[in-house]
């Protein structure tokens, strides 16, 4: 696009005053043979070339061609109100069912072609909405390459681009598919007397799930290969206290295998306790007793004739002992480079499981007979197994396989803060919900984002945005990338903010850090309800499904899930913010768990009253998304908005909205619940004493309250000069702007032709101060300069090194702010599964999806029950708090 000539006139007083001031060339110390050297003509030369840089950019362009700029300027810089106004009306929901329709009506198993393609895709989508310049090749980089370690590492560096970028990381993680798969229940002499159909009716009613029906296969992944043949041996959702429930019956599970349902933990570790216990191989099955009011028992048709669960439906996934680690089984704690040094995985079973259909479940059961008994009033465990031996097969091809991980930047003013926005890609099958509806509303995000850019928009800070692959397997793509870049992450990433599954049913859930509840709750309630006029999107904290009638009508459900769906409807209204600390599950576990980096995640989720969702089932369609799971794609559209707006609110802000009171309060009611569990030890209780820890925490709470103050302080200072600031006019800051771009990209053909020292990039940075045309770019250039220049000021004028001394202490109170969730890190990590090192909240070792606060103190006590070790956690995470409390204090 060709610049438009800039008329002549004579500099305004203000611009005098600012051209008037010392040279920036006075800044250095000239080396004498360099002066000596200089000749008349070469001093006219370059008086003449800074002459023509600095006032004369459209003839410097006929000299430089290349020099074109993306975007139009501005007419004027877009409000924050502006910026939140326009972000809000792009997402809509005519292009959310198009980005739907594109990914989820193909199957795209993380390392497959569709995978691949995918990747392409997404890597377009940034190219295009973000205005990126396409390359001759698509920049695609092997993981540990020059290119690839580039891509992110010099983001937060002074060479970094002003220009949005798009890339793909290609890692190599070890992961298998199925090949071969037998469930059969044998006679007494070995021989087959029923074979189970393992696959998916793919009823012709849903035509994706008909046309890919035997596509990817009914198994796990990560699972390990085996044939076995054993009693089978029921034990309920497999949790440590079934099992636990069943060895206190006398129940030997040595040489038997377990079918369990699926619920409440994360399937791997439901095998991982039957394997401890000598099981030979593990069935897990799906239940309609855990669908709520939406079942064929109260006369509702399976899908995809009505709501209720298809009999035929199988829930893949990871088996990965998600507890441990997560990420490549074969490279803990490091990245997965295609020459990487692998080691025998440790958090993967050794026996074979499979997952099943109720129909075959319902089949099995019928072989133990009872599963229950009563036991005073209570029902509880048989632990009866069956007479027949029932025998299970597993065959996989286990291999190192390419995944891709699509990247994109946005570059902001303060390069050494980063905002990272990430959804995986990768889908057992279709995934229209797991995770497509999440990549539809990270398309959304993105059209948003560009609609910014086009307008001129830049970001205070850096935002990242990452299309995340095999999560699916163990949250492979996050955690590579995570481990990869680790130094990265500590030292810039202020917040990770996730999605996975934007909608598969009603009410609206967020989990996140404590330090950023208020924000999402503030953000959710600028959002609209997506389907209720006068509400707001977070009034869909309490939502339910539209099959509420059955529960007046004494429909058959069964009473301990909902006595479970009540428990947690009791916890989420007595939570102070509403807003749940996170377990895992999902990509935001290396960052929080491992790394210490605030984080969020967000989506509408299922309720008893809801139509079922088919979680990872063939089932999970764009067909069932628009009859059943978000009908006009509302919903979808609604996390667009919320997740978009929350990363505008992080990376536009001064002072970063980072609350660490609520967090600090919040550690108290933790420590709380360890004192409620206490008394579990019976005898030794009376020597546990933790009252120097709540005092530890309320330390931390007055350091916390005083940071408040200095970051409050901080920004009202800021703002007070940046009222008595007067930026020069903006086609003249524009002018110079341009003409230091321009400066930087030709230094290096003035020292070939001329025999001179080029200016440095200090000096450009000095020259910018004086000509920044927004507060905005002011803390561009304060953010990049050295500290001693800062302390000195080189001589600028009395505003602007007041404004220098602002700005830093606004940097320095969120440096602290950043320091709170990373405080929590500690290296030694928690015991057993030491990959995580957060002390202050962690995956249940036994839950894998849910929270376990205060994580090493709690298991010392809960399920190690050593007075020690408990007083060795005590110890410990006491003294990481009252670090913690000294490292923030102003």
Known sequence: MAQPDIEKQPPTAL???????????????????????????????????????????????????????????????????????????????????????????????????????????????????????????????????????????????????????????????????????????????????????????????????????????????LSAEGDAAGQLVYANYGLKEDYDELVARGTNLTGKVVITRYGRIFRGLKIKRAQELGAVGVLIYSDPRDDGYVTEANDYPPYPAGPARNPTSVQRGSVQFLSIYPGDPTTPGYPSYEDAERTDGTNIPKIPSLPISWNNAHRLLQEIGNIYHEKDGKKVLSGNASERNIRIANYVDTRVTPIWNAMASIPGHIKNEVVVIGCHRDAWVMGAADPTSGTVSLHEIVRGFGALLRKGWKPLRTIVIASWDAEEYGLIGSTEWGEDFAPWISDHVVAYLNVDVS?????????????????????????????????????????????????????????????????????????????????????????????????????????????VYHYHSIYDTHTWQLRYGDHGFHRHVAIAKHLGLLALRLSDALVLPLNTTQYSLELEDYLTKVEDLVPSLEKEAKHVHLSSLRHAIHDLQEASAKLDKEKQDAEEDFIKLLKKMHFPPRQFARTIKRGRSLYRQVKDAIKQVFGVSPPTDTQLHLLSLRHAESWEEFMEYVSSLDHNICARRAG????????????????????????????????????????????????GKWLGYGATTLPALTESITIEKNLTLVRHEAGRLEALIRDLAKNITP
């Open 503 to 611: 909608v598969d049913g009603s009410r609206f859930n967020v989990q996140g850090s404590p330090s950023l509840a208020h924000l999402i709750k503030k953000t959710a309630s600028d959002v609209p309800h997506p389907t209720k006029k006068d509400k707001t999107l977070w009034d869909a904290i309490y939502d339910e499904g539209p099959y509420t009638d059955l529960q007046s009508l004494n429909a058959t459900v069964d009473a301990d899930v909902l006595e479970t769906f009540a428990n947690d409807d009791k916890a989420l209204k007595a939570s102070d913010t509403q807003v749940r600390p996170l377990g895992s599950g999902s990509d935001y576990t290396v960052f929080l768990q491992r790394l210490g980096v605030a984080s969020s995640d967000q989506g509408f989720v299922f309720t008893p009253s809801d139509a």
């Open 796 to 843: 600028l004028p009395h505003p602007i090194r007041r404004f220098i001394r602002a700005a830093k202490r606004v940097g320095a109170a969120n440096k602290k702010l950043v320091a709170f969730e990373r405080g929590f890190i500690h290296e030694d990590g928690i015991k057993d599964r030491e990959w995580y090192r957060h002390l202050g909240v962690a995956p």
């Open 15 to 221: 611009e005098d005053e600012w051209l008037d001031e010392k040279s920036p060339s006075q800044y250095s110390e000239e080396i004498p043979d360099q002066q000596a050297r200089r000749s008349p003509f070469l001093r006219l030369a370059l008086t003449f070339l800074a002459w023509m840089i600095v006032f004369n950019y459209t003839h410097i362009t006929r000299f430089f061609p290349s020099q074109k700029l993306v975007f139009p300027f501005p007419r004027h810089q877009l409000t924050i109100k502006e910026r939140e106004e326009l972000f809000l009306s792009v997402p809509n929901e005519e292009s959310a069912i198009e980005a739907s329709l594109a990914y989820a009506t193909h199957p795209h198993l993380a390392g497959s072609t569709e995978d691949e393609l995918d990747a392409k895709t997404i890597l377009h989508l940034f190219q295009d909405e973000l205005n990126i310049q396409k390359p001759a090749h698509l920049p695609i980089y092997k993981a540990g390459s020059e290119a690839s370690r580039n891509a992110t590492l010099l983001l937060s560096t002074s060479d970094a681009s002003n220009r949005p970028n798009a890339w793909i990381d290609t890692y190599y993680p070890v992961m298998n598919t199925g090949t071969d798969q037998y469930l059969e229940i044998l006679d007494s002499e070995g021989k087959a007397l029923w074979a189970a159909d393992l696959v998916e009716d793919g009823d012709p009613r849903d035509s994706d799930a008909h046309k890919y029906r035997d596509t990817i296969p009914a198994w796990h992944g």
